[in-house]
């Protein structure tokens, strides 16, 4: 199982108190208007954002030349889903765009 440790970097002070935490990468994601490489993911406790409850979360290198492949820490987006199930044609603005984050992977 691979998981990712997700770290608070900027943009909203609600989100930075319940970070950081652990998630598994679910699967690859192609959102319709852009060209990052997302990935679903399921959080290891709902993230709270005003009032609503968000257990998973899309994630993504801010960066066209950094994946989230390796173990060195990577700035990433953090858009936040109410389901696993997405929409058939998943477009960006979808999703909230709660916040930058550093994203590490490893395996367990």
């Known amino acids: 199982m691979e998981r990712i440790r997700i770290s608070y970097a900027?943009?909203?002070s609600e989100i930075e108190r319940q970070l950081p935490m652990d998630a598994v990468l679910l699967q690859k994601v192609l959102l319709e208007g852009s060209t990052h490489e997302w990935w679903l993911v399921?959080?290891?406790r709902s993230l709270s954002h005003v009032?609503?409850?968000f257990p998973y979360a899309l994630v993504a290198s801010r960066w066209k030349s950094r994946s989230l492949d390796?173990?060195?820490p990577t700035s990433?987006?953090?858009l936040l889903s109410t389901?696993?199930?997405?929409?058939?044609?998943p477009q960006v603005s979808d999703f909230l765009?709660?916040?930058w984050c550093s994203v590490k992977?490893?395996?367990t």
Do not use: I, K, M, W
Request: charged fraction near 25%; charge should be positive; avoid cysteine.
């Open 10 to 12: 900027d943009r909203n």
């Open 51 to 53: 009032g609503t409850q």
């Open 42 to 44: 399921e959080l290891e």
């Open 83 to 89: 389901s696993r199930n997405l929409p058939s044609h």
């Open 97 to 99: 765009h709660v916040a």
């Open 105 to 107: 992977r490893y395996r």
């Open 76 to 78: 990433a987006f953090l």
């Open 70 to 72: 390796g173990t060195v």
